[in-house]
Each structure stands twice: as C-alpha cells, then as structure tokens.
C-alpha cells in the first residue's frame, strides 16, 4: 500500500496527498510541499508530509479563529 512507505514517488505521494501528479508537480516547483530528488526524481517522504499537512492544517484553522474574531467585532462595532 502506498501510504505504508515512507519515501514514496510521485505516483504514490500525489494518491496519498488526494490530488493530481500535475498539480504536485507545480507544489514542488513552488517550493510549496517538501521534497527531494534521488537521481532526476521527485521523491517525498510520508512522515515530511504528514508534518506539513499538519502545519497547514493549523494554518488555516488559526486563519478561521482571526476572520470569526475580526467579523464578531465589526458586527459589535455598527
């Protein structure tokens, strides 16, 4: 199973990621998800990305908290 190795190809890292290997071809062009190369290959390690899933997830989850909070006080505030 794929998400049971810890380096997987791109094959693997873009099922387990839920997305198309196009569009994870473009993150690691971004610089936006960790990877790596072995030979000319994108390799990605899975503990790296559930790290990084993590780190956005929060990301976001502190970005909801700040739009709730901001729109609470403008709507006290009229």
């Known amino acids: 199973m794929a998400?049971?190795?810890?380096v997987m190809n791109?094959?693997?890292a873009s099922q387990y990621?839920?997305?198309s290997p196009d569009t994870l071809y473009k993150y690691v062009g971004?610089?936006?998800i960790p990877?790596?190369?072995l030979?000319?290959?994108w390799r990605f390690k899975?503990?790296?990305l559930d790290q990084w899933m993590e780190e956005k997830s929060t990301q976001m989850e502190a970005r909801g908290?700040?739009?709730t909070q901001v729109a609470a006080k403008a709507a006290g505030q009229t």
């Open 30 to 32: 971004e610089q936006k």
């Open 35 to 37: 990877a790596f190369k």
């Open 3 to 6: 998400d049971s190795r810890e």
């Open 39 to 41: 030979g000319n290959r």
């Open 17 to 19: 990621l839920g997305v």
């Open 65 to 67: 908290k700040k739009k």
């Open 46 to 48: 899975k503990s790296k």
């Open 10 to 12: 791109i094959r693997q």
